[in-house]
């Protein structure tokens, strides 16, 4: 509570203005009082002075208490006002509370207590919802400073592991000599580590331009079927070395045209091919796309495989930042959620249904 409090008095009649003065010397808090006989005197009192708390008649002779109230809380004030009248209309009380009063009185059963438990109940909440403001203040500002931090952190890791790559590359190619069999296959394992983290810093990079609206796409008129084409050309050889067989199905595909980003469309399908081949041992990955028609404006891509599948208590959670189904330390939650954000931003949905130990099936949706 604070330890003087300074008190406006909004009443035209000089009795009641006495009146509410008398009671409120009877409290335990030291007070400072100041009055106003009318609406305009007290927006007067109000541009010279901070008060903690307002009384307010409902009628006043240039004006009214309701309009007063919504005045001060359009303005952003945030201090307890009490309205104070002679009419006993539930009518009025109802409108005074819905325009921001913190409490409602009537003259005729005003008493000391009564009117000092009502200024005490208003401040204890404002105080209270001063100390919640402040502490979502201060936790807003910690989750800034964290992001900023973890955002130029990712910005100066990456230009190390892009150089790092570059150098062991250059090792397993024999620049610097000659290496044997068992040092390439060493330098083979860091530089797909190196490549996994640098994966990673480039995925977080790319989330905080997107949740930070600093992300630029660049819409362009393209075929989606070329951008498949080039993910399952890439991704086929990890398919085959673990015995998969990796298959896209388009018909009439080359009649399909879209407006996206190609680069950021490539980089939602490199991650969902790439992770149905990760997740799965034995079987297959099968991609389809499925072109729109007069009645579905959108074109469908569904990616599916017959992999570990996703629990259904998992399922609403896979598309949040940061959420991992897996416990591989290499899946680190951010494409699934950077793929969401990707598609959003072109209009279309992302959507996915999987049975445990039978596979899942992601389902991309995007306008023509």
Do not use: W
Not at 201 to 220: A, I, S, W
């Amino acid at each position: 509570m604070l330890n003087q409090l300074r008190i406006l008095i909004v009443d035209d009649n000089e009795v009641d203005r006495i009146a509410v003065r008398r009671f409120l010397r009877t409290s335990e808090m030291a007070i400072e009082i100041t009055e106003a006989a009318d609406y305009q005197e007290a927006k007067e009192k109000m541009s010279n002075n901070l008060f903690d708390c307002m009384f307010i008649d409902y009628l006043l002779p240039d004006g009214d208490g309701l309009t007063l109230v919504r005045e001060i809380r359009q303005q952003g004030l945030k201090i307890p006002l009490i309205v104070l009248t002679g009419h006993g209309d539930e009518g009025i009380a109802v409108d005074m509370m819905k325009a921001g009063a913190s409490d409602y009185l009537s003259k005729f059963r005003l008493s000391a207590s009564r009117l000092n438990q009502a200024m005490r109940n208003a401040l204890r909440i404002y105080e209270a919802e001063e100390e919640v403001a402040i502490a979502k203040q201060e936790k807003e500002q910690l989750a800034r400073q964290k992001e900023d931090f973890v955002s130029r952190m990712t910005h100066d890791l990456r230009t190390p592991l892009v150089s790092a790559n570059h150098i062991l590359e250059l090792f397993q190619e024999g620049l610097y000599g000659e290496i044997t069999p068992e040092m390439s296959r060493v330098i083979h394992v860091i530089i797909r580590s190196n490549t996994n983290l640098l994966e990673m810093v480039n995925n977080l990079l790319e989330v905080y331009c997107y949740e930070n609206g600093e992300k630029t796409l660049n819409f362009t008129k393209l075929k989606i079927i070329d951008i498949l084409e080039e993910v399952c050309q890439q991704l086929t050889p990890l398919a085959r070395e673990k015995g998969l067989e990796l298959s896209l199905n388009a018909e009439n595909a080359g009649e399909i045209f879209l407006t996206g980003d190609r680069l950021e469309l490539r980089r939602v399908f490199t991650n969902l091919i790439g992770n149905a081949i990760k997740f799965t041992q034995k079987g297959d990955v099968k991609i389809h796309l499925i072109p729109a028609t007069e009645e579905d404006t959108f074109v469908t891509i569904v990616v599916e495989d017959t992999g570990i599948g996703i629990s259904a208590e998992e399922l609403p959670r896979i598309f949040e930042r940061l959420y991992s189904s897996s416990p591989d330390s290499s899946n680190n939650g951010l494409g699934l959620y950077l793929s969401r954000r990707i598609i959003d931003a072109h209009g279309g949905t992302i959507a996915v249904t999987s049975e445990l130990e039978r596979g899942s099936s992601f389902s991309v949706r995007l306008p023509v």
